[in-house]
């Protein structure tokens, strides 16, 4: 360690900043005084407090050290080892001597330690006082500093993390020192910069230039409704003799001053909530997804509450009267305000707004308009037990507006806050008018989507069979399963057609594409399919007829597998246009798979048909059906085939059990395609 000799010494104040940290300007001597008063150990820092070399000490009279050495005794030695050796642990001044025989007053600390054959040595640390001093006024300046500084001071480790700050700075963030300890800048300070006030922190951390009075807009947890600009000055602080790495810093409150730094902050962040509804509203064409998207992306961003509903309108050609209540349909809620606001918010399905509401009145002008909550209680809740909640939620102040499409009202979107939150203002106005805008095109969109879906399901449902004709040489199973929300409806279809001499047709298509168009296609193919059957044509003969149909009426893509069983001969006469192979489970357990009837899909034209004719044991088991059932994202068809040939063969039960489990086993969850599984047990004619 540096020494601090006499003749080396510079005036300085008080406070004086100098190199490194303050205790490696603060010279420790060590030593050890035996039984007999004699050094016994002699460190690097005693040599250069007191200026002896060990050969100089060792051995000699404690005395020496001290200025009223006499004949090799001194009293304030003999004191000083007395107290150590009685008390245990001692401290404080003495005047000791330099080897150059100047004085100096000293601080000492000893103890006593047991030494080797039960002897006890009396170790000793010493320091310069007045570096002593310097030490103790500086460390008391600096805790002065951060307990009654106006000014935010901070300490980051090397990750950002908060490990020292003062309550000026716990005051602007709005919450406890405690609650920053250990915490990561981004959890506590809310910035809109795309990262840049971070990058510049880690700069600086990684022993960067520091940075003086950088201006910074921004929002805090503690006040999240509060735009505040700081000036910050960041420096890297010392790894010196262990002290901890990482970033120290200030922090002013310049809000006032810089007030077009703050209105630039707040206009970043309304440009940001557009960006998360523009990102989050409308990912699904599901009405009441859209709707419960709109209200996570503006809670808690911009209000502590709030509810989307539909208008309950008579038909789409009613215009909205002012002079008659409105009956909406709530489908969507949500707040982050504690009971009774989460009932307030979802306690409701359908709510009748009376004539003069404030509901009317934004309709009417078909802007977006606030009001405190007494008025919106006075004006627009009829309710009783509904006007409690409301009084009791903690909302101060509501803004509602319109969600208007296409000229259409579509419902409205209300949106609350809490006496936390400043009141809502033109701007806010103006942007919960941009987001109602947004999410009314959304909630349109999927509304025309559902009506559409609707449309063709009832098609769809219209032209599938709703029962099956019955034969008592075949012994059916069947299953019609729609897809997902996306593809609910789709082209796939089924029949069983019976004919003279108990002959019986299973047929099985699928019209690619979904939709009206798809269901459309379906029912023509399968009404002209049946008509066909009933000239008994051959199975090739008939999918010829049906592919000139399909190019007629513009089908571009459909399969089709078309079976005639006869039960006086148990044989299959089987044609295929592009469809999945049918299946046969023997009753030994053996599955065959008729894969030698191809053909092209229908409406491709210009390609033959043919029939192939199979025999089928008694109590053998056809299996028809679509590609849903085989195919699904990450599954091979090849193995979508193998895994339905496994479940057939598995132990024989009712046919019904194995339909079911055999969609229960294949299909994913929700099933991405429509599917149609059938499953004919044949039997022969017996005669009599």
Known sequence: MPSDRPGDQKPHGPFWSEPGTLLQHVAVAVFGI????????????ARDLFGYDSSAVLSQPGAVLFPDASGGT????????????????????????????????????????????????V??????????????????????????????????????????????????????IEAHLGRHMDEIMVMSDGGEYERVLRAVAAGGRPVVGMLVGMRTRGR??????????????????????????????????????????????RLALLDRAAARIGTTLDVNLTAQELVETVVPGFCDGSVVEVVEWADETEL???EL??????????????????????????????PGSVIHEMLRTGRPISAEVKEFLARTVSNEARARLLAESGLTCILVAPLVARGTVQGIAMFGRSAARPPYTQDDLSLAGELASRAAICLDNARLYSRVQDIALTLQRALLPSALATSPYVHMAHRYVPGSRIT?????WYDVINLPDDRVVLVVGDVMGHGVPAAAAMGRLRITTKALARHDREPDDLLAELDACAQDAGIELATCLYIVYDPKTGRARIASAGHPPPLVLHPDGRVETIDDVLGVPLGVGGFP?????????????????????????????????SALRTELAREPGSLEATADRILKNLLPDPPTDDTVLVLARVHRHTTP
């Open 74 to 121: 001194s009293a304030s030695c003999a004191r000083m080892l007395e107290r150590g050796r009685t008390l245990g642990y001692w401290r404080g001044r003495l005047a000791a001597r330099h080897r150059d025989g100047t004085v100096f007053d000293c601080g000492f600390r000893v103890f006593p330690v047991s030494g080797a054959q039960g002897r006890s040595v």
């Open 320 to 322: 909205f009267d002012p």
């Open 609 to 641: 048909f043919r029939t192939t004719e199979i025999e089928l044991p008694e109590n053998a088991t056809l299996a028809l059906y679509t590609d849903g059932l085989i195919e699904a994202r990450g599954r091979d068809i090849e193995a979508g085939l």
């Open 488 to 492: 609910e409806v789709g082209g796939d």
């Open 325 to 354: 209540p409105l009956v909406t349909r709530r489908i969507a809620s949500g707040t982050v305000l504690p009971p009774p606001a989460t009932e307030l918010v979802s306690g409701a399905e359908t709510v009748t707004y009376p």
């Open 123 to 176: 170790m000793g640390l010493a320091s310069r006082s007045e570096e002593l001093d310097r030490v103790k006024t500086n460390l008391a300046f600096l805790d002065a500093l951060f307990e009654t500084c106006p000014i935010g001071l901070v300490m980051l480790d090397p990750d950002l993390r908060y490990v020292h700050l003062n309550q000026a700075l716990a005051d602007m963030d709005g919450l406890p």
């Open 224 to 269: 999240p409704d509060r735009d505040q600009v700081r000036s910050v000055s960041f420096f890297p602080l010392s790894q010196a003799a262990g002290s901890r790495p990482g970033v120290g810093g200030l922090m002013v409150d310049v809000t006032d001053r810089e007030q077009a730094i703050l209105e630039a902050t707040a206009g970043r962040q």
């Open 34 to 45: 035996d039984d007999d008063d004699l050094v016994c150990y002699w460190g690097p820092g």
